[in-house]
């Protein structure tokens, strides 16, 4: 059974001015999303800037969310790592804490062969006994999960179910559902391929737009799960503008002006993210104030 199917956000960790977490804005965000239409939440993702946290920050992170959201939606945690030991270390924390499922990152900087990436997934997923979703993302980690590999993984492992899928290739998607027959829960990684994917076999995506347009971004799922392809066909390019503009710079950079843009105090980035360019965050206002949700 799939962890979720429709759109999870892959919530941003609100900041006060000195950098420490703003537990009080995340359980006002995570209401947010509960209330606005979204069918899951991703925690500690790249979103929510998992690479500057501290190991028992990001379990903090994980076990707050967890709690806020008290069974109402699905949570997943990301729990992955450039080190074996410590992915299964936060992911056999995660689940501790009562997580739904996993999202375990494709290890960063090591650029490990297909066999690593085997073992390393491998070697995670049977640590744990919740579902694992894998995060193939080569624009950031330098390292792509072939098709091969994905269906041999979701073949070979009983609770790795199925991937996010930000390669940005869509030939390579379709190979991947091509080879899966069936085995694999496919999830867009990018908010301007959603219906793409779900056109391949997908039943869902993990979104940064949802963050600031949590309804829309499940109403683009589910007019296509509905069958009604030119209605969601109509709500993607809809979206497109401020998609660009969410991504214009490095993410989490600009979802966080978004959000503060919308009042929601989310506070500032860690470094090394910078505050966003004053002519991007122009394109993005106006982006959402065309959109609506501004």
């Known amino acids: 059974m799939s962890i979720f ?10 900041m006060h001015n000195d950098g420490t977490v703003n537990y009080e804005k995340f359980a006002q965000i995570i209401e947010e999303q509960v209330n606005g239409g979204v069918d899951a939440i991703v925690v500690c993702g790249t979103t ?10 990001h379990l903090d992170v994980i076990d707050y969310c967890v709690k806020q959201v008290n069974h109402r939606l699905p949570v997943i945690a990301g729990t992955g790592s450039n ?3 410590t992915a299964v270390y936060l992911s ?11 999202l375990l990152v ?57 991937i996010k899928e930000a390669s940005g290739d ?13 085995c694999v829960d496919l999830y867009s990684g990018n908010d301007d391929q959603i219906i793409p994917i779900l056109s391949l ?22 007019a296509f799960f509905d069958g009604d392809t030119a209605k ?44 966003m360019e004053d002519a991007h965050a122009a394109v993005l206002k106006q982006t959402m104030i065309d959109y609506g949700i501004l």
């Open 170 to 182: 869509i030939s390579q998607v379709a190979k991947l559902m091509q080879l899966a027959d069936g």
């Open 5 to 14: 199917r429709g759109a999870a956000t892959a919530i941003v960790t609100p």
């Open 232 to 275: 969601a066909a109509k709500l993607q390019l809809k979206a497109i503008p401020l998609i660009d503009a969410l991504f214009s710079e490095v993410n989490p950079i600009p979802v966080k002006m978004a959000l503060n843009l919308q009042g929601k105090e989310v506070g500032p980035l860690r470094m090394p993210l910078s505050t």
């Open 106 to 162: 494709t290890p960063y900087y090591n650029k490990a062969t297909q066999n690593g990436l085997y073992n390393h997934f491998k070697t995670v997923a049977d640590s744990i006994n919740v579902p694992v979703i894998l995060y193939n993302v080569p624009s950031r980690t330098g390292c792509n999960i072939l098709p091969e590999t994905a269906v041999r993984l979701c073949k070979d492992v009983k609770n790795i179910v199925g």
């Open 48 to 57: 929510g800037e998992s690479s500057t946290l501290s190991h028992e920050e």
């Open 83 to 85: 080190c074996t030991e």
């Open 201 to 222: 076999g997908g039943i869902g995506v993990i979104s940064v737009l949802s963050n600031v347009a949590p309804q829309q971004t499940h109403d683009i799922c589910q």
């Open 92 to 102: 056999t924390e995660a689940e501790k804490m009562g997580v739904d499922g996993v």
